[in-house]
């Protein structure tokens, strides 16, 4: 019955999804509007670190749609589905407005592909355009101008991604060949390199995601002369319609270090090596977000027009009427390195850093001159003390504990200003039911403050408060099992 519940819950948001309206930021006037978080609730509670964010060896799992490459370390069928409420403030140098807004997020199903690999599909928000600006100027022999600027709509991504680790027995065919090998000799340099190599190759997982963007963009601009003159006002309509797709790639591998040399005094002991209680794991992740010129579609109509004494807008003449006009957005390529350290089933410290190639981004035929190269770096962890406690007490113990920071120095660049963004973020996972491990279920909540823009050279900053709201569940399906 839950599962039932969940996959018309997905149905639903996902038909719905793209006619919400997900931002109030008026810098999503710019381009194809304001850019969405591309992770769910788990990494977005840890600054959005996701680069070389892997699954843990012991459920739950979850997605990583953002780097296809974790996918490969799926063991179980997955269900995330999310939601978030943004409440911002938006201030200029001299007053200052509350805005709040509340959307889907994503829903996505992952799945194990034998024990070598995974894939996931789903859709989510890529980008949204949501603002509403007046603008008020004296003119010399006109009056007091009026500038009206509203928008609204984005673009959506249904993507399909898989992640595999095609040399997974690398590494337990290189103690094979050692064992029957009796010249090797198992403490040797020789023996330790070639061992490190064949476990990070071992390790390696490779990913790729196909991407189906597709929506539409409003976006209209008023000039508005005062009404004791004989001008007409001038009225500005654009639209355009996006469908066509565009791919990322990943890389992850990690290596272990399950014992350490003893130091102690015990000369018996010197030398030798101790197991670690728990194991530790270091590794990287790359992922690429390949550039794309994206099909798509515009249309502009101007006209003038005047308002008569019952405020209705009547239209005069049609300056320009251009409907459906072929052409492409290019969209910039982004690249991207991350770490991460991991101690056992309980730590897991996370570590990005990733550049976006904005001067190559282009918009139809206008000119990119709002658009500077951007970098973002982002840390967080992950904290459980005990994924298996059970009895008094136990239900603590198994709550994942989350923070992160991020800052991005943002792609924008307006009146020789650039746009930054940075944030903190703490989170919780909730896990719900009696703990079975073919059927987990785990609440996570993501809490992210935030500060974008600034209130210099009367430009505006943005204060917000994201709260994402996820849910995720691990279902036993499309596994065989094995009875004596």
């Not at 198992?186 to 963007?213: D, P």
């Amino acid at each position: 019955m839950k599962t039932t519940f969940l996959i018309l819950a997905f149905l639903v948001a996902s038909t719905f999804s793209y006619s919400q309206i997900l931002t109030s930021s008026p810098y999503s006037r710019y381009g194809i509007g304001e850019l969405n978080l591309q992770t769910f609730a788990t990494p977005a509670a840890m600054g959005g670190s996701f680069i070389a964010y892997q699954q843990d060896s012991i459920a739950p799992y979850y997605i990583n749609a953002a780097n296809p490459a974790s996918l490969s370390g799926l063991r179980y069928t997955v269900f995330e589905l999310g939601g978030q409420s943004q409440f911002t403030k938006i201030s200029s140098s001299t007053t200052s407005i509350d805005k709040r807004n509340t959307n889907f997020s994503y829903g996505s199903i992952g799945f194990p592909i034998k024990r070598i690999g995974g894939a996931a599909f789903g859709i989510m928000p890529y980008s949204t355009v949501g603002y509403n600006i007046t603008s008020k100027q004296d003119v010399t022999n006109v009056g007091e101008m009026t500038y009206l600027f509203q928008g609204n709509g984005g673009i959506n991504k249904v993507f399909l991604g898989t992640g595999m680790k095609p040399f997974k027995r690398a590494e337990s065919k290189f103690y094979r060949t050692a064992l029957s090998d009796s010249l090797y000799r198992f403490h040797s340099a020789k023996f330790k390199r070639k061992k490190f190599g064949k476990q990070l190759l071992s390790e390696l997982s490779i990913g790729v995601t196909a991407n189906y963007l597709f929506g539409s963009i409003s976006q209209t601009s008023d000039v508005v002369y005062p009404g004791s003159i004989t001008y007409f006002n001038v009225k500005r309509q654009r639209s355009i319609q996006v469908s066509d797709v565009s791919f990322v790639g990943g890389l992850q591998t990690h290596f272990t270090i399950d014992s350490i040399r003893y130091h102690g005094k015990d000369s018996l002991k010197s030398g030798h090596k101790r197991l670690l209680k728990q194991k530790i794991k270091i590794g990287t992740g790359f992922f690429v977000n390949t550039p794309s010129s994206i099909n798509a579609k515009q249309s502009n109509i101007i006209y003038n027009y005047a308002v008569d004494g019952f405020g209705v807008e009547r239209p005069k003449d049609t300056v320009l009427n251009s409907q459906d006009n072929k052409g492409t957005i290019t969209l910039p390529l982004e690249m991207g390195i991350g770490f991460f350290a991991k101690k056992g089933e309980k730590l897991t410290v996370l570590v990005d850093a990733a550049t976006t190639n904005w001067t190559g981004f282009k918009y139809f035929d206008s000119p990119n001159t709002d658009y500077k190269n951007s970098y973002r770096v982002s840390a967080g962890l992950n904290y459980v003390p005990n994924k298996l406690a059970f009895g008094s007490g136990g239900y603590i113990k198994r709550i994942h504990y989350r923070l992160g920071v991020s800052y991005s120095d943002g792609y924008l660049d307006l009146k020789n200003t650039k746009i930054s963004n940075y944030a903190v973020t703490a989170g919780l996972g909730l896990p719900v039911g009696i703990g079975r491990f073919d059927d987990i279920a785990v609440v996570n909540i993501s809490a992210q403050y935030g500060k974008m823009g600034t209130v210099s050279n009367n430009l505006l900053q943005e204060d917000y408060l994201r709260i994402i709201l996820g849910f995720t569940f691990n279902k036993r399906w499309f596994i065989k099992y094995k009875y004596d």
